[in-house]
């Protein structure tokens, strides 16, 4: 371990970078350097330095205890829990039943969402889990929409072959697990065409004609809780943003929710009559008097 990278290095991150931020970072390069997706030589020696990181970085502890000692902390038989996280390499299972697709994860820390660093891969790209073969929980994953991820819904569904309702908590992601009973449940949320989400927050785009871009006014906006009023000021740029506090995601953990953040687009009329024209090249002149009307 005297030559292994530092940890923040490795997943790109500052040492004050928050859970999310960590978790966020794992995934996107466990995704991008996971053996079954990315041939490369380097690509598994890759994938179990970022996986052995976001092991220590994302357990308060053992991260506490890395930033006092480095990861000298974990070396010389330092407690890792069957071998560390990289022992006992075997085969995972996957398979489908009913309106789910379903893998068996190990009872383990929270990589990511998932019970163990590659069953991530067994929910999106069906491959095997090259950890070992300890007593796995069944693991199933649920697709639903935007809507019911940001409210919260009761899903009935067919397990084994019996009825049951499971509820789904307001603010759930792609990648939250819910437990339920014996099981765990996957979320999968389905792409939204108008809603666009960070984290918590919400980005959405609206479109504007150019003169209200320029005079100013009021438009109704869309949210995930209905229509609101959002004042335009007059000059409005293309690609202004505009924040709408507290209209976001509601956090799952704790109290609050995420803002929306509204893009505006301002549209050029394509077919102008002659009236239109004449006004806009009346415009032009006067403000040539004025050098310029930007």
């Given amino acids: ?90 085969g995972g299972q996957s398979g489908r039943y009913g309106p789910f697709t379903y893998t068996y994860s190990s009872g383990g820390g929270d990589f990511g969402g998932f019970s163990d660093p590659f069953e991530i891969f067994e929910q999106f790209f069906g491959g095997a889990s090259p950890f070992g073969t300890r007593q796995r929980r069944p693991t199933y994953s649920l697709r639903i929409s935007f809507e019911d991820a940001v409210h919260g819904a009761e899903k009935e569904v067919s397990i084994e072959g019996k009825t049951q309702k499971i509820k789904i908590p307001a603010g759930v992601d792609s990648g939250s697990r819910v437990r339920f009973g014996e099981y765990d ?29 320029a005079l100013g006014g009021e438009i109704q906006v869309r949210t995930v809780d209905g229509e609101v009023k959002l004042r335009i000021p007059s000059g409005t740029q293309p690609h202004a943003l505009f924040r709408l506090q507290g209209r976001g995601v509601v956090h799952i953990r704790g109290s609050g929710r995420g803002d929306q953040y509204v893009r505006i687009k301002v549209a050029v009329p394509k077919n102008l009559t002659k009236r239109q ?18």
């Fill in 277 to 294: 024209k004449e006004l806009l090249q009346e415009f032009d002149s006067e403000s040539q008097k004025k050098k310029g009307w930007l």
């Fill in 1 to 90: 371990m005297a030559n292994s990278r530092d940890y923040y290095e490795l997943l790109g991150l500052s040492k004050s970078a928050n859970a999310e931020e960590i978790k966020r970072a794992y995934r996107k390069l466990a995704l991008e350097y996971h053996p079954d997706r990315n041939k490369s030589k380097e690509a598994e020696e890759k994938f179990k330095e970022i996986t052995k990181a976001y092991e220590v970085l994302s357990d308060p502890e053992k991260r506490q205890a890395y930033d006092q000692f480095g990861a000298a902390a974990f070396e010389g038989g330092a407690p890792q829990g069957g071998g560390g996280p990289f022992g006992g390499f075997g």
């Fill in 185 to 213: 449940v996957i979320i999968d949320v389905k792409p939204d065409h108008y809603f666009q989400r960070e984290g918590y927050d919400i980005v959405t785009e609206q479109e504007i004609p150019f003169s209200l871009a």
